[in-house]
T-cell receptor, first 115, second 115 residues
């Protein structure tokens, strides 16, 4: 089954404790993105990647890091989480090229709480 | 910068009644338009998309949307809502030039269904 998976689905952590949220897709997509969803703000893009070793900042990159060492994986790293990073996070992937590159396939989401 | 406006934060509709959710996007060449639905506690599911051609597009679950370039709108409609349609709805837009940087999302419309 074609899908985007994220782990963990739920995470409660404390301020300053480094964490990684994993994302993996099995559709051989070139493009991958991370979004955060906050009430009243919709989804905002954090980082995106066009291919292995090619990443760039989205609209709200502060406090986050990403890496793309393999095509299928795109982990999101919070090196020193703060309470304002409490949010619902979505990983997404898409094909490259043309209109289809805009059609995002989303993972199930990771709900992160930072205390 | 690209922007998407969903003017209605909440909408309440009686079961069986018709529905229209509004979406306006900032001017830009050749927009690619999407509607996603997020049921409570769930991820994002694509309802429908517009790339080109016929401006009235059909989606899943009985939804349709009409692209009106002159009004910069892409409103979502359903002739008769069901209680299971209660969810958060997001309009999103991408502009030609490359989809790697994902979509710009509206802030969402929360749909409440009255029995």
């Amino acid at each position: 089954e074609a899908q985007v998976t994220q782990n963990p689905r739920y995470l409660i952590t404390v301020t300053g404790k480094k964490l990684t949220v994993t994302c993996s897709q099995n559709m051989n997509h070139e493009y991958m993105s991370w979004y955060r969803q906050d009430p009243g703000l919709g989804l905002r893009q954090i980082y995106y990647s066009m291919n292995v070793e090619v990443t760039d900042k989205g609209d709200v990159p502060e406090g986050y890091k990403v890496s793309r060492k393999e095509k299928r994986n795109f982990p999101l790293i919070l090196e020193s989480p703060s309470p304002n990073q409490t949010s619902l996070y979505f990983c997404a992937s898409s094909f490259s090229g043309g209109a289809l590159s805009y059609e995002q396939y989303f993972g199930p989401g990771t709900r992160l709480t930072v205390t | 910068a690209q922007s998407v406006t969903q003017p209605d934060i909440h909408i309440t509709v009686s079961e069986g009644a018709s529905l229209e959710l509004r979406c306006n996007y900032s001017y830009g060449a050749t927009p690619y338009l999407f509607w996603y639905v997020q049921s409570p506690g769930q991820g994002l599911q694509l309802l429908l998309k517009y790339f080109s051609g016929d401006t009235l597009v059909q989606g899943i679950k009985g939804f349709e949307a009409e692209f009106k370039r002159s009004q910069s709108s892409f409103n979502l409609r359903k002739p008769s809502v069901h209680w299971s349609d209660a969810a958060e709805y997001f309009c999103a837009v991408g502009y030609s030039g490359g989809g790697a940087d994902g979509l710009t999302f509206g802030k969402g419309t929360h749909l409440i269904i009255q029995p």
